[in-house]
Protein backbone atom coordinates (compact mmCIF):
# COMPACT_ATOMS: atom_id res chain seq x y z
CA UNK A 1 0.00 0.00 0.00
CA UNK A 2 1.31 3.41 -1.08
CA UNK A 3 1.46 6.48 1.40
CA UNK A 4 0.89 9.24 -1.41
CA UNK A 5 -0.93 11.99 0.27
CA UNK A 6 1.16 14.60 1.92
CA UNK A 7 0.48 17.42 4.03
CA UNK A 8 1.85 20.68 4.62
CA UNK A 9 2.02 23.05 7.57
CA UNK A 10 0.66 26.56 6.48
CA UNK A 11 2.51 28.52 8.68
CA UNK A 12 5.74 27.76 6.61
CA UNK A 13 4.51 28.90 3.38
CA UNK A 14 4.80 32.66 4.84
CA UNK A 15 8.63 32.38 4.97
CA UNK A 16 11.16 34.07 2.77
CA UNK A 17 8.12 36.40 1.13
CA UNK A 18 9.99 37.68 -1.04
CA UNK A 19 10.95 34.47 -3.11
CA UNK A 20 7.03 34.36 -4.35
CA UNK A 21 5.67 38.20 -3.82
CA UNK A 22 7.34 40.95 -5.10
CA UNK A 23 5.44 43.62 -4.15
CA UNK A 24 3.73 41.91 -0.62
CA UNK A 25 2.84 44.87 2.12
CA UNK A 26 2.89 42.93 5.39
CA UNK A 27 2.24 39.52 5.97
CA UNK A 28 0.59 37.66 3.57
CA UNK A 29 -2.85 36.13 3.74
CA UNK A 30 -3.96 32.84 4.35
CA UNK A 31 -5.31 32.42 0.98
CA UNK A 32 -2.21 33.72 -0.42
CA UNK A 33 -0.33 31.32 1.90
CA UNK A 34 -2.36 28.48 0.26
CA UNK A 35 -1.70 29.64 -3.06
CA UNK A 36 1.99 29.22 -2.88
CA UNK A 37 1.88 25.66 -1.31
CA UNK A 38 0.08 24.36 -4.24
CA UNK A 39 2.84 25.48 -6.28
CA UNK A 40 4.63 22.32 -4.77
CA UNK A 41 4.84 19.54 -6.69
CA UNK A 42 3.57 16.77 -5.54
CA UNK A 43 1.93 18.23 -2.47
CA UNK A 44 -2.13 17.18 -1.81
CA UNK A 45 -3.25 18.48 1.24
CA UNK A 46 -2.99 21.50 3.96
CA UNK A 47 -3.41 21.62 7.33
CA UNK A 48 -5.66 24.45 8.67
CA UNK A 49 -5.05 26.02 12.51
CA UNK A 50 -8.65 26.95 13.72
CA UNK A 51 -9.18 29.52 14.63
CA UNK A 52 -6.15 31.33 12.95
CA UNK A 53 -6.79 30.65 9.42
CA UNK A 54 -10.89 29.99 9.31
CA UNK A 55 -11.76 33.37 10.13
CA UNK A 56 -14.96 33.71 7.44
CA UNK A 57 -17.14 30.90 6.36
CA UNK A 58 -15.77 27.63 6.46
CA UNK A 59 -17.36 26.22 3.35
CA UNK A 60 -15.69 29.12 1.30
CA UNK A 61 -12.48 28.52 2.88
CA UNK A 62 -12.76 24.48 1.70
CA UNK A 63 -13.87 25.61 -2.00
CA UNK A 64 -11.00 28.42 -2.16
CA UNK A 65 -8.52 25.26 -1.36
CA UNK A 66 -9.99 23.07 -3.61
CA UNK A 67 -9.53 25.57 -6.76
CA UNK A 68 -5.82 25.53 -6.22
CA UNK A 69 -5.78 22.08 -6.66
CA UNK A 70 -5.72 21.27 -3.03
CA UNK A 71 -7.90 19.36 -0.19
CA UNK A 72 -7.92 20.03 3.41
CA UNK A 73 -6.72 17.07 5.61
CA UNK A 74 -8.14 18.32 8.59
CA UNK A 75 -7.95 21.34 11.02
CA UNK A 76 -5.62 21.72 14.35
CA UNK A 77 -7.12 23.83 17.48
CA UNK A 78 -5.33 26.55 18.65
CA UNK A 79 -6.06 27.94 22.50
CA UNK A 80 -4.71 31.43 21.90
CA UNK A 81 -7.59 33.66 21.82
CA UNK A 82 -8.09 33.57 25.59
CA UNK A 83 -4.87 34.45 27.69
CA UNK A 84 -6.69 32.43 30.45
CA UNK A 85 -5.60 29.48 28.20
CA UNK A 86 -2.19 30.03 29.05
CA UNK A 87 -2.99 28.06 32.16
CA UNK A 88 -4.76 25.55 30.75
CA UNK A 89 -7.17 25.16 28.09
CA UNK A 90 -9.17 21.86 28.89
CA UNK A 91 -7.69 21.51 32.61
CA UNK A 92 -7.87 25.02 33.37
CA UNK A 93 -8.84 25.31 36.85
CA UNK A 94 -11.82 27.54 36.17
CA UNK A 95 -15.01 26.09 34.75
CA UNK A 96 -15.33 28.61 33.05
CA UNK A 97 -12.61 28.85 30.90
CA UNK A 98 -12.80 25.21 30.13
CA UNK A 99 -16.01 25.60 28.74
CA UNK A 100 -14.95 28.35 27.03
CA UNK A 101 -12.27 25.80 25.41
CA UNK A 102 -14.14 23.00 25.01
CA UNK A 103 -17.11 25.49 23.36
CA UNK A 104 -14.19 26.63 21.37
CA UNK A 105 -13.27 23.05 19.93
CA UNK A 106 -16.78 22.22 19.06
CA UNK A 107 -16.80 24.79 16.68
CA UNK A 108 -13.80 23.99 15.10
CA UNK A 109 -15.11 20.52 14.59
CA UNK A 110 -18.19 22.17 12.95
CA UNK A 111 -15.75 24.48 11.05
CA UNK A 112 -13.63 21.16 9.72
CA UNK A 113 -16.92 19.10 8.69
CA UNK A 114 -18.36 22.78 6.57
CA UNK A 115 -14.82 22.70 5.07
CA UNK A 116 -15.18 19.23 3.88
CA UNK A 117 -12.80 17.37 6.19
CA UNK A 118 -13.67 14.79 8.76
CA UNK A 119 -10.37 15.19 11.16
CA UNK A 120 -10.15 17.35 13.81
CA UNK A 121 -6.20 17.72 15.85
CA UNK A 122 -6.16 18.59 19.23
CA UNK A 123 -2.79 19.96 20.79
CA UNK A 124 -3.46 20.15 24.15
CA UNK A 125 0.67 22.56 25.58
CA UNK A 126 -1.42 24.79 27.60
CA UNK A 127 -2.29 21.69 29.81
CA UNK A 128 0.21 20.72 32.31
CA UNK A 129 2.15 22.29 34.79
CA UNK A 130 5.79 24.18 35.48
CA UNK A 131 6.36 23.57 39.19
CA UNK A 132 6.11 20.76 41.97
CA UNK A 133 2.97 21.15 43.90
CA UNK A 134 1.09 23.72 40.99
CA UNK A 135 -1.43 20.94 39.81
CA UNK A 136 -4.01 18.56 41.48
CA UNK A 137 -3.03 15.56 38.74
CA UNK A 138 -6.46 13.71 39.82
CA UNK A 139 -8.67 16.87 39.56
CA UNK A 140 -6.61 17.97 35.98
CA UNK A 141 -6.73 13.71 34.53
CA UNK A 142 -10.38 13.84 34.99
CA UNK A 143 -11.05 17.21 33.78
CA UNK A 144 -8.75 16.04 30.55
CA UNK A 145 -10.20 13.27 29.87
CA UNK A 146 -13.87 14.40 30.23
CA UNK A 147 -13.36 17.10 27.62
CA UNK A 148 -12.08 14.83 25.34
CA UNK A 149 -15.10 12.62 25.30
CA UNK A 150 -17.47 15.23 25.07
CA UNK A 151 -15.51 17.19 22.03
CA UNK A 152 -15.38 13.41 20.95
CA UNK A 153 -18.83 12.78 21.50
CA UNK A 154 -20.12 16.54 19.62
CA UNK A 155 -19.75 14.76 16.28
CA UNK A 156 -19.37 11.05 16.30
CA UNK A 157 -18.61 10.93 12.35
CA UNK A 158 -15.73 13.77 12.98
CA UNK A 159 -12.18 12.08 14.01
CA UNK A 160 -10.23 13.72 17.19
CA UNK A 161 -6.79 13.20 17.21
CA UNK A 162 -4.40 13.81 20.56
CA UNK A 163 -0.90 15.34 19.45
CA UNK A 164 1.47 14.22 22.09
CA UNK A 165 4.37 16.83 22.97
CA UNK A 166 6.63 16.63 26.44
CA UNK A 167 6.82 20.03 27.19
CA UNK A 168 6.15 23.58 25.55
CA UNK A 169 4.76 26.10 26.40
CA UNK A 170 4.22 24.37 30.10
CA UNK A 171 7.36 22.85 31.61
CA UNK A 172 5.46 19.34 31.63
CA UNK A 173 2.74 18.52 29.24
CA UNK A 174 -0.28 15.94 30.73
CA UNK A 175 0.03 14.31 27.77
CA UNK A 176 3.62 13.88 27.26
CA UNK A 177 4.12 10.27 25.40
CA UNK A 178 2.08 7.77 23.78
CA UNK A 179 1.46 5.67 27.07
CA UNK A 180 0.07 8.67 28.69
CA UNK A 181 -2.26 9.74 25.80
CA UNK A 182 -3.41 6.12 25.25
CA UNK A 183 -4.23 5.89 28.92
CA UNK A 184 -6.49 9.29 28.81
CA UNK A 185 -7.57 7.95 25.04
CA UNK A 186 -8.82 4.49 27.08
CA UNK A 187 -10.62 6.38 29.78
CA UNK A 188 -12.53 8.09 27.54
CA UNK A 189 -14.12 5.53 25.81
CA UNK A 190 -14.69 7.33 22.64
CA UNK A 191 -14.35 5.13 19.15
CA UNK A 192 -13.71 8.51 17.58
CA UNK A 193 -10.58 9.31 19.54
CA UNK A 194 -7.00 8.76 18.11
CA UNK A 195 -3.48 10.01 18.06
CA UNK A 196 -1.45 12.20 16.14
CA UNK A 197 2.79 11.11 16.48
CA UNK A 198 5.01 13.58 16.09
CA UNK A 199 8.63 11.93 14.82
CA UNK A 200 10.05 14.95 16.90
CA UNK A 201 7.97 14.64 19.37
CA UNK A 202 8.53 11.33 20.25
CA UNK A 203 12.35 11.89 20.12
CA UNK A 204 12.39 13.71 22.75
CA UNK A 205 9.75 12.25 24.51
CA UNK A 206 12.69 10.00 24.92
CA UNK A 207 10.80 7.80 22.61
CA UNK A 208 11.60 5.39 19.37
CA UNK A 209 9.39 6.65 17.07
CA UNK A 210 8.35 3.55 14.99
CA UNK A 211 7.56 1.49 18.67
CA UNK A 212 5.56 4.57 19.52
CA UNK A 213 3.74 4.07 16.33
CA UNK A 214 3.20 0.07 16.68
CA UNK A 215 1.96 1.10 20.28
CA UNK A 216 -0.92 3.26 18.99
CA UNK A 217 -2.09 1.13 16.03
CA UNK A 218 -2.80 -1.50 18.88
CA UNK A 219 -4.18 0.10 21.76
CA UNK A 220 -6.33 2.95 20.07
CA UNK A 221 -5.97 4.57 16.43
CA UNK A 222 -2.96 6.09 14.24
CA UNK A 223 -5.07 9.17 13.19
CA UNK A 224 -1.94 11.11 12.05
CA UNK A 225 1.95 11.54 11.41
CA UNK A 226 3.89 14.27 11.23
CA UNK A 227 7.12 14.41 9.92
CA UNK A 228 10.29 16.60 10.86
CA UNK A 229 13.57 15.37 12.74
CA UNK A 230 15.79 17.00 15.28
CA UNK A 231 18.52 16.33 17.65
CA UNK A 232 15.97 15.39 20.16
CA UNK A 233 15.97 18.25 22.68
CA UNK A 234 13.86 19.91 21.36
CA UNK A 235 11.38 20.72 18.51
CA UNK A 236 13.60 21.22 16.17
CA UNK A 237 11.59 21.00 12.99
CA UNK A 238 14.08 20.00 10.56
CA UNK A 239 13.42 18.34 6.88
CA UNK A 240 12.55 15.06 7.14
CA UNK A 241 15.79 12.45 7.01
CA UNK A 242 18.15 15.39 8.36
CA UNK A 243 19.34 13.45 11.53
CA UNK A 244 18.05 10.52 11.91
CA UNK A 245 16.86 8.62 8.36
CA UNK A 246 17.09 5.23 9.97
CA UNK A 247 14.34 6.13 12.41
CA UNK A 248 12.40 7.85 10.02
CA UNK A 249 12.18 4.90 7.56
CA UNK A 250 11.78 2.20 10.29
CA UNK A 251 8.59 4.89 11.28
CA UNK A 252 7.09 4.93 7.88
CA UNK A 253 7.76 1.07 7.18
CA UNK A 254 6.04 0.36 10.33
CA UNK A 255 2.82 2.51 9.87
CA UNK A 256 2.29 1.68 6.49
CA UNK A 257 2.73 -2.20 7.85
CA UNK A 258 0.49 -1.40 10.32
CA UNK A 259 -2.46 0.06 7.50
CA UNK A 260 -2.20 3.73 8.12
CA UNK A 261 -3.85 5.46 5.02
CA UNK A 262 -4.06 9.04 6.20
CA UNK A 263 -1.68 11.84 4.75
CA UNK A 264 2.00 12.39 6.17
CA UNK A 265 2.25 16.16 7.16
CA UNK A 266 5.00 18.02 7.51
CA UNK A 267 5.68 19.56 10.28
CA UNK A 268 8.42 21.66 9.89
CA UNK A 269 9.99 25.03 10.21
CA UNK A 270 11.68 26.77 7.28
CA UNK A 271 10.37 30.17 8.65
CA UNK A 272 12.87 29.82 11.41
CA UNK A 273 15.94 30.49 9.27
CA UNK A 274 14.43 32.02 5.95
CA UNK A 275 14.36 28.72 3.97
CA UNK A 276 12.31 28.92 0.94
CA UNK A 277 9.17 26.63 1.82
CA UNK A 278 8.24 25.86 -1.46
CA UNK A 279 11.76 23.97 -1.91
CA UNK A 280 11.83 22.56 1.21
CA UNK A 281 8.43 21.12 1.46
CA UNK A 282 9.28 19.78 -2.50
CA UNK A 283 12.43 17.87 -0.47
CA UNK A 284 10.65 16.94 2.06
CA UNK A 285 8.47 15.01 -0.19
CA UNK A 286 11.50 13.56 -2.59
CA UNK A 287 13.28 11.98 0.69
CA UNK A 288 9.71 10.28 2.04
CA UNK A 289 9.31 8.68 -1.67
CA UNK A 290 12.84 7.56 -1.76
CA UNK A 291 12.32 6.12 1.69
CA UNK A 292 9.08 4.60 0.84
CA UNK A 293 11.09 2.85 -2.00
CA UNK A 294 13.81 1.65 0.51
CA UNK A 295 10.80 0.34 2.36
CA UNK A 296 9.42 -1.45 -0.49
CA UNK A 297 12.71 -3.20 -1.00
CA UNK A 298 12.92 -4.53 2.81
CA UNK A 299 9.13 -5.72 2.28
CA UNK A 300 10.48 -7.99 -0.56
CA UNK A 301 13.35 -9.03 1.53
CA UNK A 302 12.73 -12.57 2.91
CA UNK A 303 15.96 -11.85 5.41
CA UNK A 304 14.18 -9.21 7.40
CA UNK A 305 11.21 -11.01 9.05
CA UNK A 306 14.05 -13.95 9.48
CA UNK A 307 16.20 -11.24 11.33
CA UNK A 308 13.22 -9.33 13.37
CA UNK A 309 11.74 -13.17 14.82
CA UNK A 310 15.41 -13.82 16.00
CA UNK A 311 16.91 -10.32 17.31
CA UNK A 312 19.48 -10.52 14.88
CA UNK A 313 21.22 -6.84 14.64
CA UNK A 314 23.82 -7.37 12.85
CA UNK A 315 21.93 -9.26 9.71
CA UNK A 316 19.26 -6.51 10.28
CA UNK A 317 21.73 -3.71 10.31
CA UNK A 318 23.22 -5.04 6.94
CA UNK A 319 20.00 -5.57 4.92
CA UNK A 320 19.28 -1.55 5.61
CA UNK A 321 21.95 -0.97 4.75
CA UNK A 322 21.75 -2.94 1.51
CA UNK A 323 18.59 -1.09 1.28
CA UNK A 324 19.57 2.18 1.68
CA UNK A 325 23.15 2.02 0.12
CA UNK A 326 23.22 -0.60 -2.24
CA UNK A 327 25.54 -4.02 -2.03
Known amino acids: MALSRFATRLNSFASAPALYWSDLVGKPTTLQTIERAATVEGLTDVDLNYPDHVTGDPALIGRQVRDVGLNVNGLAMRYYTNPA ?109 GVTLDFAHALYAGEQPALAAAQISRRSRLLGVHLNDGFGKRDDGLMVGAVHVRATLELLWQIRRDGYDGALYFDTFPDA ?27 ADNRLAEALASQDAVGSQQIVNDALMGR
Open 85 to 193: FKLGAFTHPDRAVRREAIDLTKRGIDAAREIGSSLMTIWLGQDGFDYNFQLDYRQAWDAEVEALREVAAHDPDCLVSVEYKPDEPRAHALLRDAATTLLAIQDAGSENL
Open 273 to 299: SGLDPVAECAVNIRTVNRLMSVADRLD
